[in-house]
């Protein structure tokens, strides 16, 4: 048995702490890595190799000008193939092998998921590829964030510029028969009542390439003023407005974020000529006297860049401003001093990646744009003023 007098015992402990002191202070000096399980493979790749290169060029711009109070920021990965499996298991993997308090996931299914670790945890933060109206929820969600509105408030915003537009029009809902597509249905129901609206039909099809005359011929005897479509990236999108325009309806059709990239529609041809909806970042191409960062993702990415790029980018952002604040603080990088710092983000300027001042009052950035395709020149362009449903 050690015989420790009281003496030995305080200059023990004392080295003791200064060795943790030292240890945690070397800790404080490493990188700051975000981990990411990123679909780069599979169904949803398109979204995850863009989302990929946005977070990357933005750990560049913040890496080239000194990084974090001297600390760079990395980014950790591995592809999950879109699937929810995978993901956790990349969740794992890198948190073993790295410090992380920061995470990107890649669905819906992954961060309810990986939710329950992320409580009992409570050492990050994650963003990621879903604005699912359910993770907009800080108190069954306390350590999500999402770079843009849910899903559920995307279509508030289209409903607001819809009742600007035509008072009182006649709406139909399109969506898919998944827990994305049906998200916003009723919430939408709310806002639509609460403006005026009329939804004069709801009409639910399987995702994907589907045969959708039925469908079509439910929107010839609503005769709708605007057809708004969630759920889906492309199709049957093109054949539903093909039909539609091939009975002479003159409805207006909108979709939400992810059907909103220009590249998707461009083998569609003039069918998609006009179609409508709403976008939380600009464009890449888009030409804005007060959108610095846009040329220099322009600089940095001569060629264009997809929607996915600019939700990475603005997440990317997000994480390393929390970080930043974090640490100014002086205070230790965990949930709920980094989710505590991004709740503090009020009137933050993104460059013009977002047209206006930002603020994060829950877990998600209920701001955005309507754009409507031009399919002569293959662009999104900006038909509305920037909608907040914070004002």
Sequence with gaps: ?????????????????????????????GDIVIGGSLPLTGV??????????????????????????????RLAYEDTGYKVDQSVAVFNKLTSQEDIHLYYGDSTGFAKTIAPELARKQSMIMGGASFASELNDPEAFPYTFMAGPDYSEMFSILLEYIAKEKPGAKIVLVNSDSEFGRDPIEPARAKAAELGLNIVEEIITPPGSVDVSTEVLKLRRAQPDYTLFHGYILAPLPEFMTQAKELGLTTKFMGTFWSMDSSIWASSGDVADGFMGVMPYRYYYDDAADAPMLDRIRAMRPEYQATGYMQG?????????????????????????????????????TGGVIGVPISIPGNSIPVGRVYQYDSSAQKMLPVSDWISLQE
């Design 313 to 349: 980018f603005v997440t990317a952002m997000l994480m390393v401003e929390a970080s930043k604040r974090v640490i100014e603080a002086g205070d230790e990088l965990n949930g709920a001093t980094l989710k505590t710092a991004l709740n503090t983000i009020k009137d933050f300027d």
């Design 44 to 73: 949803f790749a398109f979204a995850g190799v863009a989302i990929e290169a946005g977070m990357q060029d933005y750990i560049s711009i913040v890496n080239e000008a000194g990084g974090i109070d001297g600390r760079k920021v």
């Design 1 to 29: 048995m050690f015989n420790v007098t009281k003496r030995s015992f305080i200059g023990l402990m004392a080295g003791v702490s200064m060795t943790l002191l030292t240890s945690g202070a070397m800790a404080d000096d």
